[in-house]
């Protein structure tokens, strides 16, 4: 596969991973499946020419949201820890800190951790209050109060 094709198959897994978080009444067959497209998104965008740093950490960052809304908080807050950890190596900001930060607190909150999600719950919302992009920040704070 070269490396257009792995920069396509990275965009399609999202979207197949999105489209599964969408769904209404999803299967443990969709819940397996969105595991999977998750992470072969990341994989693919690896293997992509245009992979850079913020790939690998919105790639971590959905991984962790899709076990958190499955409700697996040990590895939820696993890939939150990876995704924090690339954001603050990076010095990522904005949007992705914002999210990296929300990665964390949803992490917490469904291991019922309630002080400690509150705590990231915080952070998160005064970064994603700083984030530049009008639209950016709306979807930011409709997924950060979303269950």
């Keep these: 596969m070269n490396n257009n094709n792995h920069h396509y198959m990275g965009i399609e897994m999202n ?10 009444d999803r299967s443990e067959q969709d819940n397996i ?25 919105r790639g971590q960052w959905l991984i962790s949201h899709v076990y958190a ?3 697996k908080s040990y590895e939820a807050l696993s890939y939150a820890k990876e995704t924090l950890k690339i954001t603050e190596d990076n010095n990522l900001k904005d949007f992705d800190l914002a ?45 950060l109060n979303a269950k």
């Design 69 to 71: 809304i499955l409700d």
């Design 33 to 57: 499946k969105m595991i999977n497209f998750a992470k072969a998104s990341l994989y693919h965008w690896r293997k992509s020419d245009k992979y850079k740093v913020v790939n690998e950490q």
């Design 15 to 24: 979207n197949q991973t999105w489209g599964l978080l969408d769904k209404k």
């Design 99 to 143: 999210y990296a930060y929300e990665s964390i607190a949803r992490a917490h909150s469904i291991s019922e951790n309630i002080d400690e999600s509150e705590e990231w719950y915080k952070k998160a919302k005064t970064a994603g209050d700083l984030i530049a992009d009008t639209k950016d920040k709306e979807y930011f704070i409709v997924d």
